[in-house]
């Protein structure tokens, strides 16, 4: 039910500040690192007319009908998506946004709200509700790869922007890497 993919733990690879695995029924590779409050995924992609990635704003940690209270989700950029949720799953009423930016200019990026397909919220506008979810879609040649970064906020997707911008301010996957690799060493030459 639902999406997801088999993997082997054998193909996957972990280190401090980096993650790696091979999505089996896709054939995708998933990359994904950090900064304090940013992230950059680099995805791997097999010669297709619809790869995809999934935006879920309705799951999340916590069991039951799932800990998000409400969220938005906006269009800002043709490449970008920003919004945020409640949730208490490990906090009650804890708020959480984000700005999402693609390094590759979606074909098309489809809406759902309680998993029906809705329009795209106008331009300025949020879509609004418990359970969201926005679907990019790209065509993809083989091995082609795409960067996503995000930035993160407990007050707002517009400093979630800011945090993006200032620590994720180019598509390097492997400096964002390379840097929380360094954080690492550092916090552990501390101890």
Known sequence: EGYRSRFDHADEHMEPGYY???LKDYKVRAELTTTNRAGIHRYTFPASDQSYLILDLQHGYGGGEGPVT???L??????????GHITSAWG???HAYFTMQVSKKPERIVFYKDDAETPAPAAGADLTGKNLKAVLYF??????????????????AENAQKN??????AWDFDKARRAA??????????I
């Open 164 to 169: 993006l911008t200032a620590e994720v301010p």
């Open 20 to 22: 790696s695995v091979i």
């Open 92 to 94: 009650k009423d804890r």
């Open 70 to 72: 409400s969220a938005e």
């Open 74 to 83: 906006r269009q800002t950029a043709p490449d970008t998506l920003a919004g």
């Open 139 to 156: 065509k993809t040649q083989a091995n082609e790869v795409i960067h996503v970064k995000t930035g993160i906020s407990g007050v707002s």
């Open 181 to 190: 690799k360094l954080a690492w060493r550092r916090q552990l030459s501390k």
